[in-house]
């Protein structure tokens, strides 16, 4: 569970963030618009994909495909990016069956079309590592309760809501593929719907900050782990936004330092954990090059 200095923070730079949105829903866009690239192969990597950044740019952006890349792995870059964009488009839709399902036929169109946008049922059983999922027989059940579950009007948290959404829907794996991607989508759909911006899981974490939250779900029941993964992704989200649309110029986090006088790992360390409103893009932390420590 994280504490109330993380949500004290988290409603200040989502305040700060909503009356920028008010001033430029263009601009707003277009930083999300940019982001799809790296959104789309953090995503990919995840799952084991053997596109880089660079090789996810070329495809999105300049429809340049080299020709020993497999082609399942560029239908699944450009049907996630479609279906990323597609939530930008309309990013107060409701949570639905029917969303999650027409989500996923895009993600798999072309990639396996008689599995694409329908639950796992009969004998089709899924294995992820050491853990199975949930009996077919009773997928759209779970799911239908999971949903609705999560669009109960109560009194928790919204980043347990989604924390909590996030870990069951991967547990029980409705889907034959695409369950990791398509509950990263869902998890952007969530915070879009409420307001808030999308957030990138890392590929580089994952071992460390992602895997490991799925296993301990499975045993204990318990999601903190995960909230607290959102929460310092939506905080970097918002820093990123806030700073894009109100700084003069943007640097990096090492040109910073420099400036500032202060070593560069501790620089980097302060960015790791948020103490400083740093941000990655192209995988690179970046801060406002006016930002000064108090």
Not at 143 to 156: A, G
Not at 255 to 261: F, G, I, L, P, Q
Request: hydrophobic share 40%.
């Amino acid at each position: 569970m994280i504490n109330q200095t993380t949500k004290d923070r988290i409603k200040i730079l989502s305040e700060q963030y909503k009356k920028l949105v008010n001033n430029n829903p263009e601009a707003v866009r277009e930083i999300a618009l940019t982001e799809i690239p790296e959104m789309v192969y953090n995503s990919n990597a995840i799952e084991n994909s053997t596109l880089t950044l660079k090789d996810t740019e070329d495809i999105l952006l300049r429809d340049s495909i080299k020709k020993d890349h497999d082609v399942r792995e560029i239908y699944e870059a450009k049907n996630l990016a479609q279906i990323t964009e597609t939530l930008l488009d309309s990013p107060n839709e409701s949570l639905t069956i029917g969303l999650i399902l027409n989500l996923h036929k895009k993600l798999l169109a072309g990639i396996k079309d008689d599995w694409a946008g329908r639950f796992r049922c009969g004998k089709e059983w899924v294995r992820i590592g050491a853990h199975v999922g949930a009996n077919p027989d009773f997928v759209e059940r779970l799911v239908d309760e999971l949903v609705t579950d999560y669009s109960k009007q109560d009194n928790r948290y919204f980043l347990d809501k989604i924390a909590h959404f996030h870990t069951e829907f991967e547990n029980i794996h409705p889907f034959n593929d695409g369950n990791g991607r398509l509950g990263r989508v869902l998890i952007n759909q969530q915070l879009m719907a409420l307001g808030f911006p999308p957030v990138i899981i890392q590929n580089k974490s994952k071992h460390t900050s992602y895997y490991p939250v799925f296993d301990s779900y499975i045993i204990t029941g318990k999601f903190d782990d995960f909230t607290e993964l959102l929460a310092s992704l939506l905080i970097e989200s918002l820093y990123k936004r806030n700073t894009l649309l109100s700084a003069s110029k943007v640097i990096t986090v090492s040109a910073w330092a420099k400036a500032n006088h202060v070593a560069g790992n501790v620089a980097i360390n302060k960015a790791i954990r948020g103490t400083i409103p740093a941000f990655r893009m192209r995988e690179k932390w970046m801060i406002s090059a006016d930002f000064k420590e108090v």
